[in-house]
């Protein structure tokens, strides 16, 4: 896609970035982000970078978010990667309780989340070793609860990859 951040595309009008945050809103939020923080500035969120686990992976992020999630006193993170801007509001009671994973149209979503802080030390643990990096191969042994949210009909969880996903979810909304 050119190598730009996703979550700053635009479809309607607005950054990526904006429709997920309208979608959590009031709920506090940070960015995973590494480089750079200041092309985020203009959501007023911290942004997190992966710290010791740069190149590790999405897992590294959640990392870095439950270490967020925890130092601000939440027993839970919500995660949605930044290139999903039709999540529906109120997910992260949706997904409650933790640890939930979202899934539509026969599809898991496990980086659309919400984590327990608890499982931070068995993260960090499973970081440091060597080894494949998949969410789902973390996550869903140790006890993920899969949402089918199948009765909305469309794929809300549906990542924009591709210049395609961009130009179709751009005619969609206008």
Do not use: Q, Y
């Amino acid at each position: 896609m050119g190598g730009g951040d996703k979550p700053l595309l635009t479809v309607g009008g607005k950054p990526l970035l904006a429709h997920i945050l309208a979608a959590l809103h009031p709920l506090p939020v940070a960015i995973s982000a590494n480089g750079d923080p200041a092309r985020f500035a203009a959501f007023s969120c911290p942004v997190l970078d992966d710290g010791a686990f740069v190149g590790e992976g999405p897992l590294a992020g959640v990392l870095a978010g439950l270490d967020w999630a925890a130092a601000n006193g939440h027993a839970t993170l919500l995660t949605v990667p930044g290139d999903t801007p039709f999540i529906p509001g109120a997910l992260a009671a949706a997904l409650a309780p933790a640890p939930a994973c979202a899934a539509s149209l026969g599809r898991t979503h496990p980086l659309v989340a919400l984590w327990p802080v608890s499982w931070r030390a068995d993260l960090r643990a499973w970081l440091s070793r060597p080894g494949p990096r998949s969410v789902a191969g973390f996550a869903l042994p140790r006890g993920m609860r899969i949402v089918d949210f199948r009765m909305c009909g469309d794929d809300l969880f549906r990542n924009l990859n591709t210049p395609d996903d961009v130009a179709a979810a751009r005619r969609g909304v206008g």
